[in-house]
């Protein structure tokens, strides 16, 4: 049975969710599941923003026949080209071989690579700031390359002043019957999905995000329709400024992260031991997280949020330990910048991961090592906790330059 929504007078809603997915794009997991989203305007002309994940076959077809209700599509929008939104755009030429495809450059180069078919004859190439009329809604195309990949582009519905933001704005999270944030707790029960998102699937792309706000704030937008999670209408400029922040790596807590991985727990007790010594002298929000337990994605979003980061790690096959390694690695590789960090070390017997997180760390801009002075002998010792206690004030007394 088609499963669509109405959103106003003639746009149409037909994306789906997916419960079944464990890892999204093969690498992060989402226990809440994943929306593709899709939608449809009925003017004179009718326009496709977008198709969904393979996925969604045949709940989408349903949905788009009921939608269009017996009316050709005149255009098919396609703002992004990873298969998540792209994958049916070959059977929806196929079966509406009259639609035209209303793209980037780029995007008409990665058609031919993902399909079999050249849209030539079919494609309408838009550039920065170009319009195309249905009827009632005047449509203006902006690129957003990189956001998240190079042939990204959003589009302003300047008429019912929506702007399809293609994946900036979007989350982790199947859709549970609400399709927008109206009368939803933003930062209790969204933002740290949609933070979990934003960092890890376009969190390296900070300046091009950047471009993309700023093309944005000279448009008045009362809704942001995204390609994943809910419809964005009460938070927009709650939402624009998480974008701000991190896009310029710039940290929402002036708090400590402290992130560990202990083979027998002997790390963990050095973690466990500086978090309560941090806490004493005032700090409020520290977490403490295990990376061989949790996800780095979780991680990775919890570093962009925090603006000190602890690292204590045990020596492993002479270097970091595995899971430590892969966070570190993450970090390095999602560009996060400006963090004041602390290495704590274990070694029986070579200790070597501290330099070896050092070399990381070194190369990501903006990283001030605040110590790296600790090192475990297999166990923490008596002697040792004053060692924490200077490490944590060091640590304080950071956090009070930045308040
Ligand atoms: Fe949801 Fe970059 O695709």
Same mark, same amino acid.
């Given at each position: 049975?088609?499963?669509?929504?109405?959103?106003s007078e003639?746009?149409?809603y037909?994306?789906?969710?997916?419960?079944?997915?464990?890892?999204? #794009?093969?690498?992060?997991?989402?226990?809440?599941?994943?929306?593709?989203?899709?939608y449809?305007i009925?003017d004179?002309?009718?326009?496709?923003?977008?198709?969904?994940?393979?996925?969604?076959?045949?709940?989408?077809?349903e949905?788009?026949?009921?939608a269009?209700?017996?009316?050709?599509?005149d255009y098919?929008?396609?703002?992004?080209?990873?298969?998540?939104h792209c994958a =049916?755009m070959?059977?929806?030429?196929?079966?509406?071989?009259?639609?035209k495809i209303v793209?980037?450059?780029?995007?008409?180069a990665l058609?031919?690579q993902?399909?079999?078919?050249s849209?030539?004859?079919?494609?309408i190439?838009?550039k920065?700031?170009?319009t195309?009329?249905?009827?009632?809604?005047? =449509?203006?195309?902006?690129?957003?390359?990189?956001?998240?990949?190079p042939?990204?582009?959003?589009?302003?519905?300047?008429?019912?002043?929506?702007?399809?933001?293609?994946d900036?704005?979007?989350?982790?999270?199947?859709?549970?019957?609400?399709?927008?944030?109206e009368g939803?707790c933003f930062?209790?029960?969204?933002?740290?999905?949609?933070?979990?998102y934003?960092t890890?699937?376009?969190?390296?792309?900070?300046?091009?995000?950047q471009?993309?706000?700023?093309?944005?704030?000279?448009?008045?937008?009362?809704s942001?329709?995204?390609l994943h999670g809910?419809i964005?209408?009460?938070?927009?400029?709650?939402?624009?400024e998480?974008?701000?922040?991190w896009?310029r790596?710039e940290?929402?807590? !002036?708090?400590?992260? +402290?992130?560990?991985?202990?083979?027998?727990?002997?790390?963990e007790?050095?973690?466990n031991?500086?978090g309560?010594?941090l806490?004493d002298?005032g700090v409020?929000?520290?977490?403490?997280?295990d990376?061989?337990?949790i996800?780095?994605?979780?991680?990775?979003?919890?570093?962009?949020?925090?603006?000190?980061?602890?690292?204590?790690?045990?020596?492993?096959?002479?270097?970091?330990?595995?899971t430590?390694? +892969?966070?570190l690695?993450?970090i390095?590789?999602?560009?996060?910048q400006?963090?004041k960090?602390v290495?704590?070390?274990?070694?029986?017997?070579a200790?070597?991961?501290?330099?070896?997180m050092k070399?990381? =760390? #070194?190369?990501?801009k903006?990283?001030?090592i605040?110590?790296?002075? +600790?090192?475990i002998?297999?166990s923490l !010792?008596? #002697?040792?906790l004053?060692e924490?206690?200077?490490?944590?004030?060091?640590?304080?007394?950071?956090?009070?330059?930045l +308040?």
């Open positions: 049975m088609y499963d669509i929504r109405k959103l003639d746009t149409i037909l994306g789906c969710s997916d419960r079944r997915l464990k890892l999204f #794009e093969s690498a992060y997991p989402i226990p809440n599941g994943i929306s593709y989203n899709s449809l009925k004179e002309k009718t326009a496709l923003f977008d198709t969904v994940d393979k996925a969604c076959s045949s709940q989408f077809f949905n788009l026949e009921a269009l209700d017996g009316r050709e599509l098919l929008i396609v703002q992004h080209m990873e298969p998540d =049916l070959e059977d929806v030429v196929s079966i509406y071989p009259d639609v793209c980037s450059t780029k995007t008409v058609i031919k993902f399909f079999n078919f849209p030539e004859e079919n494609v190439v838009v920065d700031g170009d195309l009329s249905l009827g009632k809604h005047e =449509l203006a195309f902006y690129m957003a390359p990189m956001v998240h990949w042939e990204v582009m959003v589009t302003y519905d300047k008429t019912d002043k929506v702007l399809y933001s293609a900036a704005f979007g989350s982790f999270g199947a859709i549970n019957g609400n399709l927008t944030d939803l930062n209790c029960s969204y933002l740290s999905e949609a933070r979990r934003y890890n699937i376009v969190g390296k792309y900070g300046p091009q995000v471009m993309l706000l700023k093309k944005i704030s000279a448009l008045d937008v009362k942001i329709y995204p809910l964005i209408k009460n938070n927009i400029a709650k939402f624009i998480k974008y701000d922040k896009s790596y940290a929402e807590e !002036k708090s400590v992260l +402290i992130a560990y991985s202990s083979v027998y727990g002997d790390t007790n050095a973690a031991i500086l309560g010594k806490a002298r409020k929000g520290i977490k403490i997280y990376v061989s337990q996800h780095p994605s979780y991680i990775l979003s919890e570093a962009f949020k925090f603006s000190h980061i602890v690292f204590a790690t045990t020596t492993y096959n002479n270097g970091i330990f595995e430590m390694e +892969i966070l690695h993450n390095a590789a999602h560009n996060l400006n963090r960090v290495l704590i070390q274990n070694g029986s017997w200790p070597t991961c501290g330099g070896a070399n990381i =760390l #070194e190369s990501i903006g990283t001030e605040l110590d790296e002075s +600790i090192c002998k297999s !010792k008596e #002697e040792q004053a924490l206690d200077n490490v944590a004030e060091k640590i304080v007394n950071s956090l009070n330059v +308040i």
